[in-house]
């Protein structure tokens, strides 16, 4: 009977419970999705503003809108410094309360009351310490960590749509324009893609989107060669050719037929491509090719701890939290090629 059941689930399912079987990498997914799925709301988590204050029996909601400080009895028309004595007072005496986010600090806002020189060691007051402009570290990993994952995720996706289509073209339509388009991706391959991202670098803003596009250029190249491989081997076989007979579109063929034979490698690679893509942000970053300087990224304070080597708390908490997302990618791409390989039950 349990062979039945078995014989009876998709080959999908069958591959879940394999991956659910390996707890390393059932457990290193539900880590990374609960981390990733908190720094969704980093905002909530390290914030330089209350999340809501209560001020002479009024509610205000300082994460959402801007009030200036004579909302709260103050002289100037600028924004409130909730850190300000002044305000602090303000806010908490005579009834009045304000809900702060369990780290009082964004990944910009500098504390400007403190006793320490910057970078300044961890402390009660900032967890992982400060960087050399005086802004806390742990608000800037947790949205540093927040863009890296979803810049690898938007990479990996724009990798993913561009490789199945050039490996799929080159695979079922076969011929002189396989070939053509071989020569291309030899050519377009040994372009240098470091000094392409210097020459960019130096003529436009760098911003996270320049950065997408260009290294979106190189990178379907490795996953459409698993995609061609996949196609070619199967566009001749007995079910296409009867598919063809009959007078199913090639679209409905390659869409229906061979892609979804074709998804076991890719499926497989993904979280490697994640965590590739993760490393080369890092790695522009820590050599100032990447994001401009005020963006919370992990490369930026591993570059600060380089040029402040006394100040251990920045290397050490970048490098932690590097290390520890790109193991949890790997246990999972693990898990994954170990579900998907059809020699195991």
Known sequence: MSDTVVAAQTPGRRAWQRFCANRRAIWSLWIFLGLFGASLFAELIANDKPLVVSYQGELYVPLLKTYPETTFGGEFETEADYHDPFVIEQLTRGGNWMLRAPIPYGYSSINYYTDHPNPAPPSSDHWLGTDDRGRDVLARLIYGFRLSVLFGLALTAVGLVLGLLTGALQG??????????????EVWGSMPELYLLI???????????????????????????????????????????????????????????????????????????????????????????????????????????????????????????????????????EGLRAAFDTRKR
């Open 172 to 185: 079922y339509l076969g011929g002189r324009f396989d070939l053509a388009f071989q020569r291309f991706i």
């Open 199 to 333: 020459i960019f670098s130096s003529i436009f803003t760098p911003s996270i989107w320049l950065l997408l596009i260009l290294l979106s250029l190189f990178g379907w190249m490795g996953l459409s060669d698993y995609v061609r491989a996949e196609f070619l081997r199967g566009r001749n076989l007995e079910y296409v050719t009867a598919a063809r007979a009959l007078g199913v579109s090639d679209g409905a063929i390659m869409w229906r037929h061979l892609l979804p034979n074709a998804m076991t490698p890719v499926l497989t690679f993904l979280p490697f491509r994640l965590s590739g893509a993760i490393l080369a942000l890092t790695s522009l970053d820590f050599l100032g090719l990447g994001v401009p300087p005020t963006t919370p990224s992990l490369g930026e304070i591993l570059s600060q701890g380089k040029e402040n080597i006394e100040a251990w708390w920045l290397s050490l908490s970048a490098f932690g939290v590097l290390v520890g997302l790109l193991v949890l990618l790997i246990f999972i791409g």
